[in-house]
């Protein structure tokens, strides 16, 4: 099993910043692209931006130059650094990975539970 846990969400003015951090555990072996995605009320969950674990990433065009995706491989950690952030930013944001635990018989896809972002004056 390996569990993800997300922190760092909370409410936050139009132009501030917050950042996002997601920690793996349990029976890792490894971990492979690893990412973040967000859900809006009334809208379909979409990603926001992946790593590689050689360090690759991607964006979404509406976060691309505000956010920054980055990891920690030594801590099985995934960061996501939000900027300029505007109230469409507004979401549940969840914790991403693809990998294996050490039991496992096939890769696995794991999520977190996520964590609420509000973006609001």
């Known amino acids: 099993q390996v569990q993800l846990v997300e922190s760092g969400g909370g409410l936050v003015q139009p132009g501030g910043s917050l950042r996002l951090s997601c920690a793996a555990s349990?029976?890792?072996?490894?971990?492979?692209?690893m990412g973040w995605y967000r859900q809006a009320p009334g809208k379909q969950r979409e990603l926001v931006a992946t790593?590689?674990?050689?360090?690759?990433?991607n964006y979404a065009d509406s976060v691309k130059g505000r956010f920054t995706i980055s990891r920690d491989n030594a801590k099985n950690t995934v960061y996501l650094q939000m900027n300029s952030l505007k109230p469409e930013d507004t979401a549940v944001y969840y914790c991403?990975?693809?990998?294996?635990?050490?039991?496992?018989?096939?890769?696995?896809?794991?999520w977190g539970q996520g964590t609420q972002v509000t973006v609001s004056s």
């Open positions: 991403n990975a693809d990998g294996w635990g050490y039991y496992d018989t096939d890769p696995q896809d794991y």
């Open positions: 349990g029976s890792i072996f490894s971990l492979n692209a």
């Open positions: 790593i590689t674990s050689g360090g690759s990433t």
